[in-house]
Structures are given as structure tokens and as C-alpha cells.
């Protein structure tokens, strides 16, 4: 498919504009519908919600109408977005779900709408930064990662051996499989204190086979059939819980699902909306279900198949819910609320980490055991905001929160601090959109796209320990394969992005063979 050709600029606003009237007629109406059936929906509260709804929808417009790639991280981001900062607040109110454990406010709408108005003026810079876009005609001449077929397959191969075998090992010095999982029940993350960096190369296996998947099928047209790629993203599946899926940790099987699709997207057959969709729908039900397993024993999470009696005994033992689901792992509107209401109510009991939690995030790299008295992470800020002042003992009394981007900026540096969290998030996003649209196809890049896209949302919805954790481990030994497999050559032809800023790199008509110098 070939670029869109580029609107002038009068026609250019006029088409934005006419995104963010539908954007503010499809918020509108659905806030009505809540007004209609829900009492407590009727407060100021849903007006900078509906102003964020609007800002994120009018991106998502632009997906939905094919003006976007699959996987354009401006859109990925706006389709998230709206869960983040529309779906989520309202459902909060409307179920009347709130975090536990916290002393809450009487009333959390007037917080929940504070902080709708802090995201909204956030993401009005946000917006204003990734529009910050390059000529639409920009001619692009630059280095290509070009892969040596022979040697990427070869190495690939070897990595793919070495890091399965380092798995093996993990399970054999946690008493097998049956020991591994047993050890996820009991003991949860402690179980595998001090072997981050062992999980960094072990669980590397399935998507180094993948990029192998990949790369192979160039050359076979019988691997790039749509029941040959079903296939191989079932085995990948399957590989990826064996390496790191059940150590309890949904993200690990989540996000590498992401990253599978986009290497098929990129570099094999390009994927509709539909099916992207249908695999939404299909991993939003592995989480759901997934949550059981990290409380209960696997054949106990398992009865959760059986029908929705045995689901609701297994909701009422563990707490997993569907709202848990969508507002406490896939939102942060709460708990983002809550930190509002307390930096207003108790700020001169609160000390402000001023960047020491930054610290603490980088420090995760290092083991306990190398280094004893490494500084904690956002849990020591983030225990003594939500429940007072020198609540946090380590070992005893820790909140596991999560607070995002924004939520920990606000720990840090306080409420002014929050709009800067939107700016970084459009400096990443923009970015990452204008490293996509630089690439060649034939650029062997491509095979780690999904996971710079996939980094831009997650540094909405993480903090940054599991941001950096998250980098080094998905990028690591992947980057050991691009470096060690791929040859950095000059262009021999210009390259010209697309106005609609739609990827074009997968559709680009132009051989593989003989397109670089």
C-alpha cells in the first residue's frame, strides 16, 4: 500500500478537527448513558474525563479508519488511553470499586475528577508533542541493519539451544516443573529472589525462535501461510509460558504475545484489525484467568474452565475479579486519585522522594546479594503517602503499588510534576513513530519494533524499576543476535515517510534483494 499523499495544511486541521468533534460526540453520549442509570455519575467529575476520553479517541478514530499501521504507536497508545482515562474513572465510580486496605476520602469523585483535569492538561502537551512531526516530504537516506541470513538462522539457532538449556536448569534447581509452580503458589516472587539476571537469558528462547520463524520464512512461501503462522504463534504460546509464563508474571507471556504478532505483522504477512482484536479479546482472558493461578494452585485455577459457579468460588477466594482486572491492573485512575487526595490532606507529613525513588529503579540491575543496601524503589515513598508518615518496614509493612509514570513523578516531585510525565510519554512516542518511519522493510529492526511500541505504553501504565527491568530483559539477548547477525549498510535509494504518518515499511513494493548499496 502506498503512502497517502500529503494535505495541505488548512485541510490538515480541518481533518484532525473533525476526529476530535466525533471523539467529543462518542465521549458525550456514553457519559449520558451513565448519567441515565447511575446516580452517582452525576457530578462535575465526568468533564475532564470526557476532555481526556476526547484525546485519546480521536487517534484511536484515525485506527480504526485504516489511516494508521496496525501497530503505530501513537495509536496503540490512544487505544490504551482510553481505558486509562475514560473507561476506567467511570467504572470505578459506577461499580464503586476503589483500592483497599487505605483510609479513603468521603467522597473520591472530586479526586478522581482533580486528577481526569492534571491528565487532561497532560495530555494536551502530549498531543502538541508528538504533532511535532517532520516535513511530509522529507526525502530519508540513512544505515540499514541488513540480515545475514545464513549467519542470523546459524547464531540464532545456537542462542535459541543455549537459553532453553539454561531454563532446563531453572526448573532442575527448583525440584522440576511440578517444584517451579508449587513455588509460584507459595512463595510468589520471592521464590526466585536473586535470579534476574538468569531469567533475562533463559526466557529468551521463545521470541529468539521466533525472530528465527521470522527470518526463515522469507525464503518459504509454505512458513508464511496463514495456518503455518498460527502455529507457530500457538508453540510460542506455549514456549513462552514454559519460559517465564508460569513464574507469575502475567506481563511475560502478555507482552511477548505483542511482540510475536508485531514480527509477524512486520516482517511475514501483514495482520488485519480483526484479527488483532480477536487476540485482544483472547489475552484479556488469559489475564483474567491467569490471576487465579498466581493464588491457587494450577489445577485449582484451572476449575475456573468448568463454569462461571467454580469462577465465582475462585473470585471469592482470591479477589480476582473482572474489576480487578480492568481497573486495578489496566488503570492506575485510583490509585493516581488517592496520592492526589493525600499530598492535598497530608502534605506536611509526607517527604518527597526528589528523585531518590529514580535511584532505586536503576539499582534493581544489581543483585541483593552483590549489593545488600542497594535503594529501595517507589515502595518506601509510596507506603508512607498511602498509609503515613515512616509507615514503610522493610520486610513487614511494603506497599506493592503500582503508580505509573505520573504517579510516581507525583511521589517524587509532587503534583506539579505530573504534566512532565506527558511530555516524556511524547517524546517517547514520537520517537519511536519516527524511528518506524525511517525504516526500510529489508532492516532487520523491524524484528524489535513491537517492543519499542510496546515500551511507549507500558511507561504510561509502570514505574520505572519495571521499566528498566522490562528493557534489559526483553532487549538483551535479542540485541546480541541483531549485532552479531546483521550487516549496517548505506541505501542505495531515498526514502519517503507518509504524510498520514502510516507505516509503509511492510507494504513497501520495493525486493529486499539489491535495495541496499
Not at 54 to 63: C, V
Not at 68 to 94: T, W
Not at 176 to 193: C, H, I, K, Q
Request: proline share 5%.
Amino acid at each position: 500500500m502506498w503512502p497517502q499523499p500529503a494535505l495541505p495544511p488548512r485541510s490538515r486541521r480541518h481533518h484532525q478537527l473533525g476526529y476530535l468533534l466525533a471523539a467529543l460526540a462518542i465521549c458525550s453520549t456514553t457519559v449520558a448513558v451513565f448519567w441515565a442509570v447511575e446516580p452517582r455519575m452525576r457530578h462535575w467529575f465526568v468533564v475532564p474525563v470526557i476532555l481526556c476520553g476526547t484525546l485519546m479517541a480521536a487517534d484511536a478514530l484515525r485506527w480504526l479508519r485504516d489511516e494508521r499501521d496496525l501497530f503505530d504507536p501513537v495509536s496503540i497508545l490512544a487505544i490504551l488511553g482510553i481505558h486509562f482515562f475514560f473507561v476506567a474513572p467511570l467504572l470505578h465510580v459506577y461499580w464503586d470499586y476503589w483500592m483497599p486496605q487505605v483510609v479513603p476520602p468521603s467522597d473520591w469523585r472530586p479526586w478522581v475528577g482533580a486528577m481526569a483535569a492534571i491528565n487532561a492538561t497532560g495530555l494536551c502537551l502530549y498531543r502538541f508533542i508528538i504533532s511535532m512531526g517532520d516535513s511530509p516530504r522529507q526525502q530519508i537516506r540513512g544505515k540499514v541493519w541488513q540480515v545475514d541470513r545464513t549467519r542470523f538462522i546459524t547464531i540464532g539457532s545456537l542462542l535459541v539451544i543455549f537459553t532453553a538449556a539454561l531454563q532446563v536448569w531453572v526448573y532442575a534447581i527448583n525440584g522440576g516443573l511440578a517444584g517451579y509452580m508449587s513455588a509460584v503458589t507459595n512463595d510468589g516472587a520471592e521464590a526466585f529472589a536473586g535470579m534476574g539476571w538468569l531469567f533475562v537469558v533463559s526466557e529468551a528462547a521463545p521470541i529468539i525462535a521466533m525472530m528465527v520463524y521470522a527470518i526463515s520464512s522469507e525464503r518459504n512461501a509454505l512458513l508464511r501461510r496463514p495456518t503455518a503462522i498460527v502455529v507457530a504463534l500457538g508453540v510460542f504460546f506455549v514456549l513462552t509460558m514454559l519460559c517465564g509464563g508460569l513464574r507469575g508474571s502475567r506481563s511475560n507471556t502478555v507482552w511477548a504475545m505483542f511482540w510475536a504478532t508485531g514480527i509477524v505483522h512486520y516482517r511475514i504477512r501483514p495482520l488485519s484489525r480483526r484479527t488483532a482484536m480477536i487476540g485482544v479479546g483472547g489475552l484479556l482472558v488469559f489475564m483474567y484467568l491467569y490471576g487465579f493461578y498466581k493464588n491457587v494452585s494450577f489445577e485449582e485455577a484451572t476449575r475456573a474452565l468448568n463454569g462461571s459457579g467454580d469462577r465465582q468460588e475462585l473470585e471469592a477466594r482470591t479477589g480476582r475479579t473482572t474489576e480487578v482486572l480492568l481497573l486495578a491492573d489496566l488503570a492506575r485512575s485510583d490509585v493516581q486519585a488517592f496520592e492526589l487526595y493525600r499530598l492535598a490532606s497530608a502534605s506536611d507529613e509526607y517527604d518527597y522522594g526528589w528523585g531518590r525513588t529514580y535511584l532505586g529503579d536503576i539499582s534493581v540491575l544489581v543483585p541483593e546479594s552483590v549489593w545488600p543496601s542497594r535503594p529501595q524503589t517507589k515502595v518506601v515513598e509510596g507506603t508512607n503517602l498511602l498509609f503515613g508518615a515512616n509507615s514503610f518496614r522493610r520486610g513487614a509493612f511494603v506497599a506493592s503499588r503500582v503508580y505509573g509514570i505520573v504517579g510516581e513523578l507525583m511521589l517524587n516531585f509532587g503534583v506539579l510534576a505530573a504534566p512532565l510525565g506527558f511530555a516524556i510519554l511524547g517524546w517517547l512516542v514520537r520517537a519511536t513513530d519516527k524511528a518506524l518511519r525511517r525504516w526500510p522493510s529489508f532492516d532487520a529492526r523491524w524484528l524489535v519494533a513491537p517492543v519499542l511500541v510496546n515500551f511507549c505504553f507500558a511507561v504510561l501504565i509502570s514505574d520505572g524499576d519495571n521499566l528498566v527491568f522490562f528493557a534489559v530483559k526483553s532487549l538483551l539477548v535479542p540485541s546480541v543476535l541483531l549485532l552479531a547477525a546483521t550487516r549496517r549498510v548505506r541505501t542505495a535509494l531515498p526514502w519517503q515517510r507518509s504524510s498520514s504518518n502510516k507505516s509503509i515499511s511492510h507494504h513497501a513494493p520495493m525486493s529486499r534483494a539489491g535495495a541496499v548499496a
